[in-house]
């Protein structure tokens, strides 16, 4: 069996995407593991709707600049799609295909009623002034309007965007339909409806993974270190959760560069100093030193944490990286190949569409608070998410247990059967 989609190659708008061949591929590999009918695979491989867009903006200077949008609906058969909204100079179509199609997987696993949808404008948001980025999403909300909506698909941040961002696709589309609707996003503004705890809620979620998994390998938190990619709103949050369990942080890294102590670097203290640089960075931080971004995944550590972009695990460094367990809080940082050789080695891998799985259940709780006009304290949330990734980490382990397979397997595994199962008995892939 190929590893491609269906179709003519030559005119699939996806294909140019190293990251939708990647989503394929697994798509294909658990297909075959679990004996999944062929036609539903294709149809599982391409998206049910795409957008394109262009978002032309008036910038500072008085130019007008065009921009390319895209938002991709994987499924709607669970529900309305639902999934982030990313803002990334290299983004195109193809991944945030791939990204769209994790995401149904993801809802499958936690059992949420949603299918998976992305969205991505490529643009580099630290380029952008003044009134840009206000502009450009509002633009952006308006072009995709007749393709949204509170039970249809919802938006929710991703990478280069906020809650400041859903908060102005919340006002534009609002005005638009002429009433507050608050459920036409989540990851908003506790002000506006946003749920308590969302923004905690994927690093939240990834350390919940992570102390399952030391709690099946006996490691006691306080023996242990952590390597983190990324210091966004996920690789942050997943700091500071991990130290308040009593996990050295020896080495983190963003954009701009890698910053190690093997003493342990102190979490509070480079929030504060990442939060006064103007380019948030980590960069210059006096309690580290600099190392290069290539020796970042491959320092020895109990717990390497990459939460940033895709495909930064390759078959290049997989065979030097130097930690116990891999908890993927981004989307996609390890590819097929390298997975092949982490799963040679005795590396313990929480896959990312259950690990960072926090997001998008918290997400699902703000959407029913937001529908139902009731909201919950922040006590109630975190105890859900915990319940929650709870049991879709032990429903991963006993199926990789059950099957005989790697835990991305499992986990790939459940989530594709919960979607194909719903499409099968609604009947004729919907
Ligand atoms: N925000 C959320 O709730 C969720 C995010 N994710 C995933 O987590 C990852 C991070 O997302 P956020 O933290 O929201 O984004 P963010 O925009 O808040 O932070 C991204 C971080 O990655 C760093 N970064 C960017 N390019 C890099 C590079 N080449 N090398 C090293 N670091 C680099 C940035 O400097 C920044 O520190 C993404 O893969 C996203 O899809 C997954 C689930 C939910
Ligand atoms: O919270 C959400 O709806 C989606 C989060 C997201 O984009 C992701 O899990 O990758």
Known sequence: ?????????????????????????????????????????????????????????????????????????????????????????????????????????????????????????????????????????????????????????????????????????????????????????TGKPVELGGCVGRKEATGRGVVYCITEAFNELDIRPETATAVVQGFGNVGSVTCEELVKLGVKVVAVGDRYGSIRNARGIDIPQLLNYAARNPRKTIVGFPGAEAIPDAELLTTPCTVLVPAALERVITAENAGQLRCRVLAEAANGPTDPEADAIISNSDIFVIPDILCNAGGVTVSYFEWVQDLAQFMWDEEEVNSQLKKQMLRAFHRVRAEAKARNFGNRLAALSLGVQK????????????
């Open 1 to 185: 069996m190929s590893a491609m989609p269906p179709g003519n190659p030559a005119s699939n708008p996806f294909v140019t995407s190293p990251t939708y061949l990647m989503a394929c591929q697994q798509l294909r590999n658990v297909a075959r593991a679990i004996s999944l009918d062929p036609g539903l695979t294709d149809r599982l491989m391409t998206p049910k709707r795409s957008q394109v867009v262009a978002i032309p903006v008036r910038m500072e200077d008085g130019r007008t600049e065009t921009f390319v949008g895209y938002r991709v609906q994987h499924s709607l058969t669970s529900g309305p799609s639902k999934g982030g909204l990313r803002y990334a100079k290299n983004v195109d179509l193809g991944e945030v295909a791939a990204l769209a199609m994790w995401m149904s997987w993801k809802c499958g696993i936690m059992n949420l009623p949603f299918g998976g949808a992305k969205g991505g404008i490529a643009v580099d948001p630290a380029e952008l002034k003044g009134g840009e980025k206000e502009r450009l999403t509002r633009r952006f909300t308006d072009e995709i309007q007749n393709i949204i909506g509170p039970r249809v698909d919802v938006m929710a941040p991703d990478m280069g965007t906020d809650e400041q961002t859903m908060a102005w696709i919340y006002d534009t589309y609002s005005m638009k339909v002429g009433y507050a609707c608050p459920e036409i996003v």
């Open 419 to 430: 979607v194909a199962t719903e499409k099968q008995k609604r009947g004729l892939y919907p």
